[in-house]
């Protein structure tokens, strides 16, 4: 099952202008991925945020969470059309989740954010 | 330094069938995890080795089975092939154990069942 929701589904926007994804979740993390994917080929890594962090940036992009709300959202600012894709969160869970193990390299995903950038 | 590799690229095989899929990861990493991703059900994992040892499974019936070997690199194999298989398969390697450092991905597998 996923453990993401990520909203909206798709999202389109115009060059220039700014992209906001969330992403919430259910469990207790370590750590909340966003990965970004073109037309069904392999996933890039965009950033990693600990559940200690509240915000990291890294160029245009912008990821907050909010371990409160279970949720987290990333922010790509002067979008590109080359920034079309789909865009993922991905969380992996605690150990507490696993009944005192560990999460072994299981990333649980959302369904994921299909952002459209129009020149 | 060189990505995470898999081979083949496209597989396309018939119900019944079976098939293997090859993961190299990245120069270091130890940690090689798979997933699975349709249309359907989004990307699901499937199994994670370290050390040549599975350390844990996801929810996949028992037709599908990997290995590791000692320099890391990672085979998957699915036996009987059902329509359903037809999928993207990806892997991806970490250099420490678990998903508490950075998953590098893979460009992916696409197996078509026919």
């Known amino acids: 099952s996923q453990q993401g929701e990520e909203d909206p589904q798709a999202l389109s926007i115009q060059e220039g202008e700014n992209a906001t994804m969330n992403c919430s979740y259910k469990?207790?993390?370590?750590?909340l991925q966003w990965y970004r994917q073109n037309s069904g080929r392999g996933l890039v890594h965009l950033i990693l945020i600990r559940s200690n962090e509240r915000e990291k940036h890294s160029g245009r992009l912008r990821v907050t969470l909010d371990t409160s709300k279970k949720s987290s959202s990333l922010l790509i600012t002067a979008s590109r059309a080359a920034d079309t894709a789909s865009y993922f969160c991905a969380t992996d869970a605690t150990a507490r989740e696993y009944a005192g193990g560990t999460s072994y390299g299981k990333l649980t995903f959302g369904q994921g954010t299909i952002l459209t950038v129009h020149p | 330094k060189a990505g995470v590799t898999q081979t083949p690229r496209y597989l396309i095989k018939t119900r019944g069938q079976q098939v293997t899929l090859s993961c190299s990861p990245i120069?270091?990493?130890?940690?090689v995890s798979w997933y699975q991703q349709t249309p359907g059900q989004g990307l699901q994992f499937l199994f994670e080795?370290?050390?040549?040892?599975?350390?844990n499974k996801g929810n996949f019936p028992g037709r599908f089975s990997g290995r590791q070997f000692s320099n890391s690199r990672s085979e998957m194999n699915v036996s009987t092939l059902e329509l359903g298989d037809s999928a993207l398969y990806l892997c991806?390697?970490?250099?420490?154990?678990?998903?508490?450092?950075?998953?590098?991905f893979g460009p992916g597998t696409r197996l078509t069942v026919l």
């Open positions: 991806a390697s970490s250099r420490i154990a678990g998903g508490t450092d950075t998953q590098y």
């Open positions: 080795y370290f050390s040549e040892t599975q350390r």
């Open positions: 120069s270091g990493h130890r940690s």
């Open positions: 469990t207790s993390i370590n750590n």
